[in-house]
């Protein structure tokens, strides 16, 4: 009975964590909505946090990786994947350069990671099926969903037009979905942390 107290109390910590964290992700949104004129725009509190918190995964996974060679391979293809998304959203600094450059930024990323896998395909396989049996997987599969599908669904301009008609506002719209987004960039940081921290590193 008490190591079930400890588990269940173990559980109860990690939630109230969770739930605190997303809490001050929507601080964000709420700070950028009153405090900063409604500027929910590429140099916003929402928009840097998400930046941040993809690079702080990418980050995670690359560490991991170098340090954990026995399944390197899959942590690179990861970390490569979520640097690819990172790369997407500062898209605006690579405009700098040329318009949709970013694309090809992203696929050089892209490419090393994946050259770094294919040196050992039979670790990189082990360890993405690693990752998908772990617990954590599920969270960061919701995350991924509400990112890729929900926000940008959520986010279509003619559903917001339809629903406030002439009254139609571009900064609601907005919040909505880079709210809905940076929900999913939480939910992955936070599987991130889960499968990496239950995985001691080597050396």
Known sequence: MQSDLLFIRRKALAFIGCALFLAAMMGMVFIDVRWMNDGVHESSFTEVAQELILLFIALLFFHAAYRRPDVRPSL????GFFSCMLIRELDFLFDELSHGSWVWFALAAAAVCVAVALLQPKRAVAG??????????????????????????????????????????HTVKNMAEEGCELLGYSLCLLASLSYLCSRPLKG
């Open 128 to 169: 993405l099926a690693d990752l998908l049996r772990h617990p954590g997987w599920g969270m960061m599969c919701a995350g991924l969903l509400t990112i890729l599908v929900f926000a940008r669904l959520f986010g279509m301009r003619d559903l917001w037009q339809h629903l406030m008609l002439d009254g139609y506002n």
């Open 76 to 79: 690179m293809l990861i970390g």
